[in-house]
């Protein structure tokens, strides 16, 4: 049985006593909720959100990381850096990184495999753009993503990574695939995720939704088979939407 897991990816915004305000405000409206509950601050703001989140049920996790160790690469912050934070997950792949910084599959493959060898969990982000899927491609795209993206990553790693299927034309548009719609293609994932390792693998993997996930639409996209949780953008920054989404089961 898969459990839920629901993440906000606060992207660029927040400021450091922005982030304490709002992780404290979840800490109470977020208390009992038994799956998985993950914030995405700025790098900027990860030291004051790891204390912040200390002693609750509420993970704290990085938008994205280098993909080295260390060395003369300016303006980037390692996986190390965010180990020593206590940040214990990171999202990578993510579209924005992807088209406006130029992430290659080959890149966030790096950076994956390098976060596993340092035991962070991995949000792994893929999804088709509105060309892609007007071209009837959404499904080889995501899947070429996912192949590309796992690409040497063995079976037993596979516990510490969640995929989120991110329709590039439903974030931040206010567009949302419809669940059946992100249904089927969490299905074909799944299926890529049990061809490249085995129906185990693919039958215990957490697959989110992201894009354009509000209170109102959170419900309903939860119910379908393959979504098990979902990564929210815009709805993650503001405590009562966010715990309404986190809280879409009670
Ligand atoms: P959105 O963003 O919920 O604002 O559409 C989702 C995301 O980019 O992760």
Redesign the pocket.
């Known amino acids: 049985m898969r459990s839920y897991f629901i993440?906000g990816?606060w992207?660029m915004h927040k400021t450091v006593g922005e982030t304490v305000s709002l992780i404290n405000e979840l800490k109470n409206s977020l208390k009992g909720v038994s799956h998985k509950v993950l914030v995405a601050p700025p790098f900027t703001a990860l030291d004051a959100a790891v204390k912040a989140a200390e002693g609750s049920n509420i993970l704290v996790g990085a938008q994205n990381m280098s993909n080295k160790e260390s060395g003369a690469h300016t303006g980037e912050v390692s996986v190390v850096m965010l180990k020593d934070l206590g940040v214990g997950c990171v999202?990578l792949g993510?579209?924005?990184r992807r088209i406006i910084y130029k992430e290659s599959d080959a890149f966030i493959n790096e950076k994956v495999k390098l976060a596993l060898v340092h035991g962070l969990e991995v949000i792994l982000?893929v999804g088709e753009t509105l060309e892609e899927r007007e071209a009837g491609k959404a499904e080889t795209v995501v899947n070429e993503q996912l192949e590309k993206g796992l690409s040497g990553i063995s079976e037993d790693k596979l516990p510490r990574i969640t995929i989120?299927y991110?329709p590039v034309w439903?974030?931040?548009?206010?567009k949302?695939a419809t669940p059946e719609d992100a249904d089927e293609i969490h299905a074909s994932a799944r299926k890529k995720i049990a061809a490249l390792y085995s129906q185990a693998a693919a039958d215990a993997m957490l697959i989110q939704y992201?894009?354009?996930?509000?209170p109102d639409n959170a419900k309903e996209l939860m119910a379908m088979d393959n979504i098990d949780g979902?990564?929210?953008?815009?709805?993650?920054l503001d405590s009562a939407s966010f715990t309404a989404i986190a809280r879409f089961d009670s």
């Not at 979902?230 to 993650?236: C, E, K, R, S």
């Open positions: 993440a990816n992207k999202i993510h579209s924005e982000c989120a991110e439903a974030i931040g548009t206010g949302t992201g894009g354009s996930v509000k979902a990564l929210v953008g815009g709805a993650a």
